[in-house]
């Protein structure tokens, strides 16, 4: 996978548009259950990563930690290649500023469901755990678990191109 920004819609993202239906999605329905009062947001309310070069650490399932390089634009992420997808989506931001967001998603074969939790600055680093659950029809569910850490490093090297 090419690292790209946010980490935790990038990790957990593929996986579950992967695994979702052709349908609509609602990007800002439902409930999530983050443990606290939460307001639901819309992409002009989510934070903007700072434009520059950042460096993630992620962990899956236990396996050793693996480190990737981005450089990133600064723009908004763009949800509708996350959601579009998906039947539910739900993104809320609790009241200590963390984004979640939850999501279940079926295309023939194949169901999953997702519960992620990013914070921090987005200006110097920012931290995400998810869980994803994905079955395929006939087998036994997959679960797997998530967390990454991104900081953010300064300028991006020349001629390195912005994802975004």
């Keep these: 996978m090419t690292p790209t920004r946010w980490t935790g819609l990038a990790l957990i993202a593929p996986l579950a548009v992967a695994a979702c239906s052709q ?3 609602n990007a800002t329905s439902g409930g999530g259950a983050s443990g ?36 990133d634009t600064g723009k908004p992420i763009d949800l509708s290649s996350v959601t ?12 200590t500023g963390a984004l979640v967001t939850d999501a279940s998603c079926v295309s023939g074969p194949v169901s999953s469901t997702m519960h992620m939790t990013i914070s921090g600055d987005f200006d110097s680093s920012y931290t995400s755990d998810g869980q994803m659950t994905i079955t395929l029809q006939g087998k036994p569910p997959q679960n797997y678990a998530m967390h990454s850490v991104t900081r953010y490093l300064g300028a991006c090297p020349a001629g390195q191109t912005a994802d975004g």
């Design 23 to 25: 349908n609509g999605a």
């Design 84 to 95: 579009k997808n998906c039947s539910t989506f739900t993104l809320k931001r609790t009241f």
């Design 36 to 71: 606290g009062p939460e307001t639901t947001i819309t992409t002009a309310d989510l934070p903007h990563v700072r434009a520059g070069y950042w460096e993630r650490v992620d962990t899956s399932n236990g396996q050793p930690p693996t480190t990737s390089h981005f450089c």
